[in-house]
């Protein structure tokens, strides 16, 4: 079964950090683009970060630039998501997905998804 798990997440401080992890079981992940998106109550999936498959792009949505760090390890099959400093506004359901064709901003064109796992972020 071709998937992605996600793993991480969960309830935080303001200011505080989260890593989540993203592992594709049944292929491998060499091949494609690795994203992570969010979803807040009440507003459209919006793009966090994108990594190419060699490294050689990385993308940050201006919201997290500086403080969000994405990672890929092709040996472990897995992209990571390293999030500091975290804000109330970052609170969201996250989701990775993979991409054959790039970081592409064309989120019909990412070909698959990870469960999706919620961050809290609250006093």
């Known amino acids: 079964q071709l998937q992605l798990v996600q793993s991480g997440g969960g309830l935080v401080q303001p200011g505080g950090s989260l890593r989540l992890s993203c592992e594709a079981s049944?292929?491998?992940?060499?091949?494609?683009?690795g994203g992570w998106f969010r979803e807040a109550p009440g507003k459209e999936r919006e793009v966090v970060s994108c990594i190419s498959t060699t490294d050689d792009m990385i993308y940050y949505a201006d919201s997290v630039k500086g403080r969000f760090t994405i990672s890929r390890d092709n040996a472990k099959n897995t992209v990571s998501l390293e999030m500091n400093s975290l804000q109330r506004e970052d609170a969201a359901v996250y989701y990775c997905?993979?991409?054959?064709?790039?970081?592409?901003?064309?989120?019909?064109?990412?070909?698959?998804w990870g469960q999706g796992t919620q961050v809290n972020v609250s006093s």
């Open positions: 997905a993979v991409s054959i064709f790039g970081c592409i901003a064309d989120m019909r064109r990412w070909r698959y």
């Open positions: 049944g292929f491998t992940l060499d091949e494609y683009a």
